[in-house]
């Protein structure tokens, strides 16, 4: 089998691609990516001399690109998204030109090489936020985006959902929760508050810190996706979650207590405009129908990962200080 992988120089993508290219020799990927700031060829360095792996710079906007790349593969697998939360309440365009319009350019590809396979890769965000006493998101929670991020993913689901109804394009939709592990870009909550631990800084936490998020190792996440390419009910949508519901505040304090660090590394900031306050998935769905569930419990992942990040200051450092922008000028110009 041949994807087309869009998004695989970010975080899940480029642990897809590793997933993939492991589990079966004789797949092959084209890895899709505009190297925003958050698309990082380094993450996916480890097969850029392998010929079952290609690596295309372009914009997933770019109808003629996306036409041309579509008809060479046997199914898209669509990663690429702005996907900051923080970045869309000061800029949402990009958001909305990234995951509405390149999500539908990329359906419209799919539909004209003869409706390949595409499955969308979205978030738990698209159902809004819970009150504390409220049941997990599942796959008939109505839609209640409330960023801009969350509104144009929610944008993005009911394009896919209207290509499979009007069209019969071949789709699937994943939901997930926050994912974390290898190559998180060091924005977000978990590889910030790591990287910030070892370089001495103290860890922001907005507001009261007792939102709650469910967290799903990368890994696990990459295997449902897997296992929704290959086993999906063609039109249908399965939420994906870890198991995990913690507040950040208790996410913060097991990163100290695992960095040997203590409560004076916490740093109080103004909240989040619009903060949703939990999120949780019931994965059901996904468990019954495919046999899926999460095998890494927080306590592994988290430990693994601030594992990883200690063995990896090279990677972070240069995308902290701004470095490896200079390197894709310089490698990829178009
Ligand atoms: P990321 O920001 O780390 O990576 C996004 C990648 O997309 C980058 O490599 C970037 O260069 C690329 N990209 C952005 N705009 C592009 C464009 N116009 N054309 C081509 N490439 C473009 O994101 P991530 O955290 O890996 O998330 C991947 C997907 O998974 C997103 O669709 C996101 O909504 C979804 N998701 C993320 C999480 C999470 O916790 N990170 C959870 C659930 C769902
Ligand atoms: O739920 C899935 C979503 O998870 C994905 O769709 C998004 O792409 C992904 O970015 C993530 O969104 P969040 O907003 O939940 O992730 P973030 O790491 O930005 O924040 C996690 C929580 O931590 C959130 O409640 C905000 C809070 N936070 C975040 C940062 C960056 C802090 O308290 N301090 C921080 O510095």
């Known amino acids: 089998m041949k994807l087309l992988v869009t998004g695989a120089a970010g975080f899940i993508g480029s642990n897809f691609v590793h997933y993939i290219l492991k589990k079966y020799p004789d797949y092959s990927v084209v890895n899709l990516d505009a190297l925003t700031y958050a698309g990082n060829l380094e993450n996916v360095k480890e097969w850029e001399h392998d010929s079952r792996y290609t690596f295309v710079r372009g914009d997933i906007c770019d109808a003629a690109l996306m036409d041309g790349l579509v008809r060479d593969v046997d199914a898209v697998v669509h990663f690429a998204a702005e996907s900051h939360v923080d970045r869309s309440i000061l800029d949402a365009k990009s958001f909305v030109q990234t995951n509405v319009i390149g999500t539908q350019v990329l359906l419209d590809a799919a539909l004209r090489s003869g409706k390949k396979r595409f499955h969308h890769v979205s978030t738990d965000e698209v159902f809004g936020a819970l009150k504390p006493e409220d049941e997990p998101f599942s796959e008939t929670t109505p839609y209640d985006p409330r960023s801009p991020y969350s509104a144009s993913k929610a944008g993005s689901d009911h394009l896919v959902r209207a290509y499979f109804h009007t069209h019969g394009l071949p789709v699937t ?45 990368v890994e696990d996440h990459c295997r449902a996706i897997d296992m929704i390419v290959h086993k999906g009910m063609l039109g249908e949508t399965y939420c994906v979650g870890g198991a995990s519901e913690r507040a950040n505040i208790d996410i913060v304090k097991q990163l100290l207590s695992l960095m040997g660090k203590d409560e004076t590394s916490i740093e109080y900031v103004t909240d989040r405009p619009g903060h949703d306050r939990r999120y949780a998935i019931n994965f059901s769905k996904i468990q019954k129908e495919l046999g899926w569930e999460p095998t890494v419990t927080l306590e592994e992942g988290l430990a693994s990962t601030v594992e990883w990040f200690m063995q990896h200051e090279d990677w972070w450092k240069k995308i902290k200080s701004g470095e490896y922008q200079d390197y894709y000028e310089t490698q990829y110009k178009r």
């Not at 910030?196 to 103290?202: F, H, R, T, V």
């Open 173 to 217: 939709i994943s939901n997930c929760s926050n994912n974390y592990g290898p190559y998180h870009f060091p924005e977000k909550l978990i590889p910030l508050a790591i990287t910030n631990l070892i370089e001495g800084k103290k860890v922001p936490v907005y507001g009261d810190g007792m939102q709650v998020r469910d967290w799903l190792f």
